[in-house]
Each structure stands twice: as C-alpha cells, then as structure tokens.
C-alpha cells in the first residue's frame, strides 16, 4: 500500500485494519466516555446502558434531548489517548512510510452515535478542506504539513449504515458548496444535486478503516440497520517534503540561511 499514490491520484482513498486487540481497546475508550455522559445526562440509566452496549443507545428510555446531549466536544476522547493509537498498526504503516514526524491531530480523535432510521444524526455531503477552508483548525496546522483524514468502522453493519465516498472527487476542485452558521458553527453546505453524485457507500465491516484525502466529497448515510452505527474520525498531519521524498525516493533539500 503506498498511502500518497492513493489519497492523491486515483480513487483518493484507501483501506486499513485494526486488529481484533485494537478494536477492542477502541471499543473500550468511546464506552467509558459514553456511560460517562450518560450518568451526567440521565443517573438512572448507566447499568441499563452498560448491560445493552453503546449499539443499542437507541432502545435506552432517555428523557434528554439527544441532539443537545451529544455535542462534539462530548464526544473528542481526551489527547492523552493519542499515545495509544500511535502505538497502533495502522499507524506506525503510516509513519514508515511518511517520516517519524507525522502526528494525529489533538483536536480529533471524535467518535459519533448514528441512531437508526435518524436522518437527523447524519451530515450532508463535504469535501474535509471546506471546513478549514471556513476557519476550522486555524492555529493546529504546523508550518510545511498537509493532511488527510481517517474514518474508523467501530459499530456497524456493512451495508446498512457507514461511510459515501465519491472516489475521484478530490481531482475536481469547482464542487459548488456555500457556508452557514449552524450551531454557533461555520459550516459548509454543498449546493450540487446529490442525487447526481452517485456517492459509494463502503462496506466496511467493524475495525477498517478508510484513509482519504482533504478534497474527496465524503458523507455519513442514513443508518437502515437495527442497532447504532459507532464511529471514530481522526486527522493525520504529515511533512509535505518529507512524505514527498519517501514517495519518490528524491532527497531531501537541506535548507540554508
């Protein structure tokens, strides 16, 4: 697998997999912190929610609204688990291939709960650089790093619920989207016909992962299964020089003063 040929040429996205340690130890992280909101939200609750699994959320008698319970900022696994999953497979491929200095994003790491038959709880339809485009991320950028993004399959049902990609999408850089403030939020909204796009949805079973580029149009789907979809997302930062004189094998410029 050559991660850069991948996420910059044709499709614009590429397959990995956790293995059944790691998933685990995912699984274990995002179900702390759940049952953890869950005891601020509703007391009540917590054994109840513990016996059912975080997959079944949906069949839980909440008296909260789920739309306010949940914000991002819930739902971000603290930075200290970064260490953990720089210890993972995946990752240290990642790093082999694009230098040691190559860093997961401290603002990632954001699991989300996709009810079924919710279209409420899924996003419309982006490319990831719109929402730097629109302010997000300013200051967590190092100078002379460019990035890419991961999608983890946590709960799911391949199938039935997940992750669209459009492959290509990333090569076409005149998508019509505009911006809106939603939530306090600048967002950005598409304005083609997505019905048009012909979005894939990628059957990805529990533990892969997808790793695609900044501009490839991507969206969640409208959850047909029986039980939640779980997922995480997190950002990778890499050096451009560095990334690009592993790919091609040309040596790096030392620089001067």
Same mark, same amino acid.
């Given at each position: 697998?050559?991660?850069?040929?991948?996420?910059?040429?044709?499709?614009?996205?590429?397959?990995?997999?956790?293995?059944?340690?790691?998933?685990?130890?995912?699984?274990?992280?995002?179900? &702390?912190?759940?049952?953890?909101?869950?005891?601020?939200?509703?007391?009540?609750? =917590?054994?109840?929610?513990?016996?059912?699994? *975080?997959?079944?959320?949906?069949?839980?008698?909440?008296?909260? !609204?789920? @739309? &306010? &319970?949940? +914000?991002?900022? %819930?739902?971000?696994?603290?930075?200290?688990?970064?260490?953990?999953?720089?210890?993972?497979?995946?990752?240290?491929?990642?790093?082999?291939?694009?230098? +040691?200095?190559? *860093?997961? $994003?401290? /603002?990632?790491?954001?699991?989300?709960? =996709?009810?079924?038959?919710? #279209?409420?709880?899924?996003? #419309?339809?982006?490319?990831?650089?719109?929402?730097?485009?629109?302010?997000?991320?300013?200051?967590?950028?190092?100078?002379?790093? !460019?990035?890419?993004?991961?999608?983890?399959?946590?709960? =799911?049902?391949?199938? @039935?619920?997940?992750?669209?990609?459009? #492959?290509?999408?990333?090569? *076409?850089?005149?998508?019509?989207?505009?911006?809106? %403030?939603?939530?306090?939020?600048?967002? #950005?909204?598409? /304005?083609?016909?997505?019905?048009?796009?012909?979005?894939?949805?990628?059957?990805?079973?529990?533990?892969?992962?997808?790793?695609?580029?900044?501009?490839?149009?991507?969206?969640?789907? =409208?959850?047909?299964?029986?039980?939640?979809?779980? $997922?995480?997302?997190?950002? %990778?930062?890499?050096?451009?020089?560095?990334?690009?004189?592993?790919?091609?094998?040309?040596?790096?410029?030392?620089?001067?003063?």
């Amino acid at each position: 697998m050559r991660i850069l040929n991948q996420l910059t040429a044709a499709p614009g996205y590429l397959l990995d997999t956790l293995t059944r340690g790691e998933l685990h130890r995912i699984r274990g992280l995002i179900t &702390a912190q759940y049952l953890d909101h869950l005891g601020k939200l509703q007391p009540d609750l =917590v054994e109840h929610a513990r016996r059912a699994g *975080i997959a079944k959320y949906h069949t839980l008698p909440i008296r909260f !609204d789920h @739309a &306010a &319970a949940w +914000p991002k900022e %819930v739902r971000l696994l603290d930075p200290r688990c970064l260490s953990t999953f720089e210890t993972m497979g995946f990752f240290r491929r990642i790093r082999r291939q694009l230098g +040691p200095n190559t *860093i997961i $994003s401290h /603002d990632e790491l954001n699991w989300r709960l =996709v009810r079924p038959n919710r #279209p409420e709880d899924i996003g #419309p339809i982006h490319a990831d650089k719109w929402f730097w485009d629109a302010g997000y991320g300013v200051g967590f950028m190092p100078a002379g790093y !460019d990035r890419f993004k991961i999608w983890i399959a946590i709960h =799911v049902e391949p199938g @039935a619920n997940g992750l669209c990609i459009k #492959p290509g999408s990333h090569q *076409i850089h005149t998508w019509k989207h505009h911006f809106e %403030v939603r939530g306090g939020i600048r967002k #950005p909204i598409l /304005d083609e016909d997505e019905e048009e796009l012909m979005m894939e949805l990628l059957p990805l079973q529990a533990g892969q992962m997808v790793m695609f580029h900044d501009e490839l149009l991507h969206g969640g789907v =409208v959850n047909r299964g029986t039980t939640c979809r779980v $997922s995480l997302e997190l950002t %990778v930062l890499y050096d451009k020089a560095e990334g690009l004189q592993r790919l091609t094998g040309t040596p790096r410029l030392a620089t001067t003063n």
